[in-house]
């Protein structure tokens, strides 16, 4: 059984920065992409980043050159590095898990990925 738990979540000024950690429990984290998606108040899921089991990233746009994920297979950890942070960064954050075949590409469809952790809360004051 996979489970999956964020931290690092909390109150930024807009300019600041936060890393978002999650950790991974159960076997074969290498088996998996792991990606980030948001949801602010009223607002459907959307994707943030992700990372392939062999380190490929893709980030939405809006944070391509502020947000950095990485993955650590030895601590079974994946980190959002969040720079230059804007208010509409506020959200909850969400780590989430997708068994995928090592070639292919980190996945942008949340209903793909098969584990979902309990959400971090980001905000970030103007």
Do not use: N
């Given at each position: 059984?996979?489970?999956?738990?964020?931290?690092?979540?909390?109150?930024?000024?807009?300019g600041g920065?936060?890393?978002?950690?999650?950790?991974?429990?159960?076997?074969?984290?290498?088996?998996?992409a792991?990606?980030?998606f948001r949801?602010?108040?009223?607002?459907?899921?959307?994707?943030v980043?992700?990372?392939?089991?062999r380190?490929?990233t893709y980030?939405?746009?809006?944070?391509k050159?502020?947000?950095?994920?990485s993955?650590?297979?030895?601590?079974?950890t994946?980190y959002?590095?969040?720079?230059?942070m804007?208010?509409e960064?506020?959200?909850?954050?969400?780590?989430a898990?997708?068994?995928?075949d090592?070639?292919?590409l980190?996945?942008?469809?949340?209903?793909?990925?098969d584990?979902?952790?309990?959400?971090?809360?980001?905000?970030?004051?103007?």
């Amino acid at each position: 059984q996979v489970q999956l738990v964020e931290s690092g979540g909390g109150l930024v000024q807009a300019g600041g920065s936060l890393r978002l950690s999650c950790a991974y429990s159960g076997q074969a984290f290498s088996s998996y992409a792991m990606g980030w998606f948001r949801q602010a108040p009223g607002k459907e899921r959307e994707f943030v980043a992700a990372i392939s089991r062999r380190g490929v990233t893709y980030y939405t746009d809006s944070v391509k050159g502020r947000f950095t994920i990485s993955r650590d297979h030895a601590k079974k950890t994946v980190y959002l590095q969040m720079s230059a942070m804007k208010p509409e960064d506020t959200a909850v954050y969400y780590c989430a898990a997708d068994f995928l075949d090592v070639g292919r590409l980190p996945r942008q469809d949340w209903s793909q990925y098969d584990y979902w952790g309990q959400g971090t809360q980001v905000t970030v004051s103007s």
